[in-house]
């Protein structure tokens, strides 16, 4: 149970964060703008994504409030902080403000916090880590589908 209070706290921050981002994005894959562009192949339909993020969201929480009983540093925190950020303002530049390039750098970057999680924690939680596994590899196809659309557009 001592579990449970940080769990709820993560998933709604989580969730939140994900609800910032779809403001930040606007009418984002329903544009004209998106919906125009020359996209991957293996740009997966659109229910798919909401199916992705409910899942990823949900072991990113869990994740989190094993990780942070057992490790509460400031710097785990500004990791989380700086996570939530670029989770949140890729949708903004990518979707709201057609930046693509910022878009990858944002994205790109999330990858790379997530994969440090993954590998700076790893000992701290041992097999918890594989709660990331989702997120990881959900932004390996999200990266590549960004990189996709600034190539060919």
């Not at 779809?22 to 329903?30: A, D, F, R, W």
């Not at 125009?36 to 949900?58: E, S």
């Not at 994205?107 to 097999?127: G, H, R």
Request: proline fraction near 4%; hydrophobic fraction near 55%.
């Amino acid at each position: 149970m001592k579990i449970l209070k940080p769990l709820v706290f993560f998933l709604c921050i989580n969730f939140g964060s994900l609800a910032l981002g779809i403001y930040l994005m606007g009418n984002g894959p329903s544009s004209d703008w998106y919906t125009n562009l020359n996209r991957a192949p293996w740009t997966p339909p659109g229910w798919v994504f909401g199916a992705a993020w409910t899942v990823i969201m949900i072991c990113f929480s869990v994740y989190l409030a094993y990780l942070f009983n057992k490790s509460n540093t400031q710097h785990l925190k500004l990791v989380f902080l700086l996570q939530v950020f670029l989770n949140s303002i890729w949708n903004f530049l990518f979707f709201n403000q057609h930046l693509i390039l910022l878009g990858l750098i944002a994205i790109s970057s999330l990858t790379l916090v997530l994969f440090y999680f993954f590998f700076k924690y790893k000992k701290i939680i041992n097999n918890l880590s594989y709660l990331l596994l989702p997120y990881m590899v959900w932004l390996l196809i999200a990266t590549s589908l960004n990189a996709y659309i600034l190539l060919n557009n």
